[in-house]
């Protein structure tokens, strides 16, 4: 059962004591009923007791270092990524991209030989550039680029990769239809560039050259690498696949022979790639017409068609809406009739600890604000504030409003009858 003091022991009180001569038998105190002081401090005690769970500053003290580590690393991390370059998406086989899908490398290879070499991004740039004469084109991207004009320029061509306008820069050339795997493969031919090298990683597009060409490195039906003399005495050599000219993998085998062989022949190099900034694409049409203007003349009407039919069911359901109508209830029922059907069912159940716990909620939710209480407050300081308010017993208040249910139906009539007295005292006050 609990038990409620209302007033604590003072700071400076001490257990009484009986003076009687040591002789004399000292008499055994009966056990009472003591009422347990809800909170006390003897004088004579070691001192106050310490938390020993962490408090928010010891775990500052603790863990303050790691945390700024921690801060320092994110702020480094942050701005060497805010501060570093930029780097922009990688691009395959560009004499200015470092990463494992560049060709970097070659180039620089091809610089320390003394081999000039040019990165242009248009045919205007690679005719340009090959207006003096003696340089060879390497073509690796004809992204955004006319294969036909780019064919009108003089001199010996490398093209490297499967690219659409091969037919064009390449005449005589044939390619079956299924590629062969990328993979380490011997020269088997008699082409001086191939055989010095040794084995490459080749493969991708699968070739024939016209008769007469040299083709090297064996694919399926045909071969990964084709070389051959045009009519004007240029030449022109086909490679199915370019990934032994990457960064990647121009250290394995004799990748990065292969490509010395091939480009680095001691003549200038115009390295064509795709355009930094591709140029817009041009209208749909051959008058460049507009979407709109090539749209069908019913697409209109379909689309005005659909708009009436929406807007009409949209006004047919709506309309079945109608307005609000507001309808009278059949039956009108007092509130009193309702508190008196429930306790018959707390009675008939015999609900009496739900018919006490709602007695008490109700009586605590509505004392705790007229009491001049937050409505988080606890028991003790609800109990005593009631208990100096109406000038009774805390013991009993409590038992009141915490203690244990009703043994009986006249307990509850009469822990209903205290609840409300202490209501109406409270109000009268």
């Not at 620089?108 to 340009?128: C, M, W």
């Not at 009108?332 to 600890?353: C, D, F, I, K, N």
């Not at 008490?360 to 939710?365: K, Q, W």
């Not at 407050?377 to 009631?386: C, K, Q, S, T």
């Amino acid at each position: 059962m609990s038990v409620w003091n209302s007033e604590p022991a003072a700071a400076g009180s001490a257990p009484s004591t009986n003076t009687t001569p040591a002789t004399a038998p000292v008499a055994t105190p009966v056990a009472t009923p003591v009422a347990t002081p809800v909170a006390t401090s003897a004088p004579g005690a070691a001192g106050p007791s310490a938390a020993t769970s962490p408090t928010a500053r010891s775990t500052w003290r603790a863990s303050r270092v790691i945390i700024v580590l921690g801060l320092v690393v994110v702020l480094v991390a942050v701005a060497a990524v805010l501060l570093g370059p930029q780097r922009g998406p990688s691009r395959f086989l560009d004499p200015a991209d470092s990463s494992l899908a560049g060709s970097k490398a070659l180039a620089e290879l091809l610089r320390a030989r003394g081999v000039q070499v040019d990165r242009v991004d248009s045919v205007e740039a690679a005719a340009a550039k090959a207006a003096g004469g003696g340089r060879l084109l390497l073509v690796t991207d004809l992204t955004y680029l006319d294969e036909h004009r780019l064919a009108e320029i003089p001199g010996d061509r490398l093209i490297v990769g499967d690219l659409p306008g091969l037919d064009v820069l390449a005449p005589g050339t044939s390619t079956e239809r299924e590629p062969s795997r990328v993979r380490s493969r011997e020269p088997g031919c008699a082409l001086p560039a191939a055989t010095r090298a040794g084995s490459a990683y080749v493969g991708g597009l699968v070739l024939n050259g016209p008769p007469g060409a040299a083709a090297c490195y064996p694919a399926g039906e045909g071969y990964s690498l084709v070389s051959y003399r045009t009519g004007d005495g240029a030449t022109t050599t086909v490679v199915g696949d370019g990934q032994f000219m990457t960064n990647l993998r121009l250290p394995e085998d004799g990748n990065a022979a292969l490509a010395l062989n091939l480009v680095g022949t001691g003549r200038p190099v115009t390295w064509l790639v795709r355009p930094d900034n591709p140029p817009p694409p041009d209208l749909p049409g051959s008058e460049g017409k507009s979407m709109y203007e090539l749209m069908p003349p019913s697409v209109p009407w379909a689309i005005l068609m659909t708009c009436l039919t929406v807007a009409l069911v949209a006004f047919w359901r709506g309309r079945r809406l109608g307005p609000v109508v507001t309808e009278k209830l059949p039956v009108v029922v007092r509130a009193a009739e309702t508190v008196e059907g429930r306790g018959r069912l707390y009675r008939a159940r015999r609900a009496r600890q739900r018919a006490a716990d709602s007695l008490r909620a109700g009586t605590v939710d509505r004392l705790t604000p007229r009491l001049g209480l937050a409505q988080g407050a606890g028991p003790h300081e609800l109990v005593a504030a009631l208990a100096a308010r109406i000038a009774d017993d805390p013991q009993v208040v409590g038992a009141a409003l915490y203690g244990p249910p009703p043994a009986d139906d006249a307990g509850l009539v009469a822990l209903a009858g205290y609840l409300d007295s202490i209501e109406r005292q409270v109000s009268e006050l």
